[in-house]
């Protein structure tokens, strides 16, 4: 015989109250301290890009939580969740405890650039497997990222002047660069903040046009993957489905 489903009601209590703790866990206050459930959301937000994007589905979980509690009854719950809400804030709670990585998502390997690379073979590998960006790494560290803003700066540059690009290497690039064209992230970043840099930037009027991941999220922590904006549609689904 199978067991007896919980009810709506008591699962969501359930999910919820974890959900609560770990708000705490986030904000750094003991499990005994009372704060008002806003109050933590106000607080946790700053920590978590996870709280950041589910800020108002929690607030109004939480009205529907104080429901409950207000309404319950010896033998049945007037404000009984309907089970898609049971799901939708298990979702957020897998997504606080576990929350998918930019290491499941990014592409491993990405091909770059050093200083004393001819730009000529960039622009061969650019033709050859259709990137359109390109890290460019000195000594183990990032210093820039390649792309047509920074070539076409870097000719603009010259006027009229003849470039040979059998011998015209990266290092002339470097200054073209534009510093806010990327930015730099840990393999074990989550993907909530990854999105975030790309809502920020897009907010800011500064699209980011790569990702550069390294071990430890620094410019000389080893590059080891690479995302672009055209990666977004994955991201939100390995979101969704989390």
Not at 170 to 192: K, W
Request: glycine share 4%; net charge neutral.
């Amino acid at each position: 015989m199978k067991p007896q489903q919980k009810p709506s009601s008591v699962l969501f209590m359930e999910i919820f109250a974890e959900i609560e703790q770990k708000l705490k866990s986030i904000c750094g206050v003991s499990a005994d301290d009372y704060l008002t459930f806003s109050e933590m959301l106000r607080l946790a937000q700053r920590q978590s890009h996870v709280v950041q994007q589910y800020a108002n589905d929690l607030r109004e979980y939480a009205q529907l939580r104080n429901a409950i509690v207000h309404t319950r009854r010896q033998d049945f719950i007037i404000a009984e969740p309907h089970d898609e809400v049971v799901r939708d804030l298990r979702h957020i709670l897998r997504l606080l405890n576990n929350p998918p990585r930019v290491a499941s998502v990014m592409h491993r390997r990405p091909y770059f650039a050093t200083p004393s690379t001819n730009i000529i073979t960039v622009i061969e590998a650019f033709s050859q497997h259709g990137f359109l960006r390109c890290p460019i790494v000195d000594g183990g560290r990032i210093v820039g990222l390649m792309n047509s803003k920074s070539i076409s700066r870097w000719l603009a540059a010259h006027n009229q002047s003849r470039i040979d690009l059998g011998t015209s290497t990266v290092s002339e690039l470097v200054p073209f660069a534009e510093p806010d064209d990327y930015q730099v992230m840990a393999e074990r970043d989550d993907l909530l903040t990854l999105t975030g840099l790309f809502k920020n930037s897009i907010k800011n009027g500064r699209y980011i046009q790569a990702v550069l991941v390294t071990r430890n999220g620094r410019p000389d922590g080893g590059l080891v993957g690479i995302i672009t904006p055209s990666d977004l549609p994955t991201i939100f689904e390995r979101l969704d489905n989390a």
